[in-house]
């Protein structure tokens, strides 16, 4: 009798099996004259060769399946199960809007005419710039933007930074080691990821450094290949920080920079890099440049109102 071992890599066996193995159940039903046995991370199935190769083909696309999307149900089985090829099931199950189906089935989709520019223009450039106030959701775009790209097995590794700067308080005073003074300062970049990705596969990817969290001073002396790279809070990067980010990049590399120009929270008389580097790239071909507005803010309808009355406020002075 011929013998198959799959061994699930990545994925929760609890929920890939369902509960009390009714997804198992369900595929013995589809494939009676197997037998098939999951237990661990491993199901083994026995039976006719040619049978096998199906059985391997067919489960192969629920782990596609599960690994894009979170979830595995009776409708998504009987559907895999039952289509005529592959390629005819993902095309069923294609969406240009949907950037990533998050956690609990979550759709991820850019929600405002400035955020779905910027998807294009990530599409279209290696390097983009997303530039607007806060709420207007650069960061949580671009975060989707690089899970679904690690998950399309476009690039290997996400990498997401930001320059640790004091927004009116003192670093030095906080209390912890490093990786304790430094996480809140990471915090936003973690909140979008915990929506994109279960919390156990997300501290997997942490553990092998195929996400990386640092604040941008660990980027120095590296060469970031096969990677989505996410610059956050731009804004705050020096003249000698940005132009150190901008040459990290390595070979099948794609490199988003975010930032608002209204929140520079630098010392005073200090250019902040991200303004510099609009001016100076600005004409460099496969650089893309998004500028969002309050049109743009997801956030609560305050947060709209309260931009626009700084706005104002500014445009005054």
Same mark, same amino acid.
């Given at each position: 009798?011929?013998?198959?071992?799959?061994?699930?890599?990545?994925?929760?066996?609890?929920?890939?099996?369902?509960d009390?193995?009714?997804?198992?159940?369900?595929?013995?039903? #589809? *494939?009676?004259?197997?037998?098939?046995?999951? @237990?661990?991370?491993?199901?083994?199935?026995?039976?006719?060769?040619?049978?096998?190769?199906?059985?391997?083909?067919?489960?192969? +696309?629920? +782990?596609?399946?599960?690994?894009?999307?979170?979830?595995?149900d009776?409708?998504?089985?009987?559907?895999?199960? =039952?289509?005529?090829?592959?390629?005819? #099931?993902?095309?069923?199950?294609?969406?240009?809007?949907?950037?990533?189906?998050?956690v609990?089935?979550?759709?991820?989709?850019?929600?405002?005419?400035?955020?779905?520019?910027?998807?294009?223009?990530?599409?279209?450039?290696?390097?983009? *710039?997303? /530039? &607007?106030?806060? &709420?207007?959701?650069? =960061?949580? =775009?671009?975060?989707?933007?690089?899970?679904?790209?690690?998950?399309?097995?476009?690039?290997?590794?996400?990498?997401?930074t @930001?320059?640790?700067?004091?927004?009116?308080?003192?670093?030095?005073?906080?209390?912890?080691?490093?990786?304790?003074?430094?996480?809140?300062?990471?915090?936003?970049?973690?909140?979008?990821?915990? %929506? +994109?990705?279960?919390?156990?596969?997300l501290?997997?990817? /942490?553990?092998? &450094?195929?996400?990386? /969290?640092?604040?941008?001073? *660990?980027?120095?002396?590296?060469?970031? %290949?096969?990677?989505?790279?996410?610059?956050?809070?731009?804004?705050?990067?020096?003249?000698?920080?940005?132009?150190?980010?901008?040459?990290?990049?390595?070979?099948?590399?794609?490199?988003?920079?975010?930032?608002?120009?209204g929140?520079?929270?630098?010392?005073?008389?200090?250019?902040?890099?991200?303004?510099?580097?609009?001016?100076?790239?600005?004409?460099?071909?496969?650089?893309?440049?998004?500028?969002?507005?309050?049109?743009?803010?997801?956030?609560?309808?305050?947060?709209?109102?309260?931009?626009?009355? #700084?706005?104002?406020?500014?445009?005054?002075?």
């Amino acid at each position: 009798m011929n013998e198959l071992i799959i061994e699930l890599e990545e994925i929760t066996p609890k929920e890939f099996f369902g509960d009390q193995n009714s997804n198992i159940v369900l595929l013995k039903k #589809y *494939f009676p004259k197997l037998k098939i046995v999951a @237990r661990g991370n491993k199901i083994r199935a026995y039976g006719d060769e040619e049978l096998l190769e199906e059985f391997d083909r067919r489960l192969t +696309m629920l +782990m596609v399946h599960f690994g894009k999307y979170n979830k595995l149900d009776e409708n998504v089985i009987e559907r895999v199960l =039952t289509s005529r090829t592959s390629d005819e #099931y993902a095309t069923s199950e294609s969406s240009n809007e949907v950037l990533v189906h998050g956690v609990g089935g979550k759709l991820i989709k850019a929600q405002t005419a400035n955020q779905r520019k910027l998807v294009e223009s990530m599409r279209k450039n290696d390097m983009v *710039f997303a /530039i &607007g106030p806060a &709420g207007t959701g650069k =960061t949580y =775009t671009g975060v989707a933007l690089a899970v679904q790209a690690l998950k399309n097995k476009e690039v290997k590794r996400i990498i997401l930074t @930001r320059p640790a700067v004091e927004a009116g308080e003192n670093l030095g005073f906080l209390p912890g080691d490093l990786k304790e003074k430094l996480d809140p300062y990471m915090q936003p970049l973690y909140d979008a990821l915990r %929506d +994109m990705i279960p919390h156990e596969k997300l501290d997997g990817y /942490i553990e092998k &450094g195929i996400i990386q /969290i640092a604040p941008l001073a *660990f980027m120095r002396g590296r060469t970031l %290949d096969h990677a989505f790279v996410i610059l956050d809070e731009g804004q705050n990067t020096t003249h000698a920080q940005m132009k150190m980010f901008l040459t990290r990049m390595g070979k099948n590399a794609k490199f988003l920079l975010t930032g608002d120009p209204g929140q520079i929270d630098l010392p005073r008389r200090t250019i902040s890099g991200l303004k510099e580097a609009l001016l100076i790239l600005k004409n460099v071909d496969g650089v893309g440049m998004i500028f969002l507005d309050d049109k743009d803010v997801i956030r609560h309808k305050l947060v709209k109102k309260i931009i626009s009355a #700084y706005k104002n406020i500014e445009n005054r002075e």
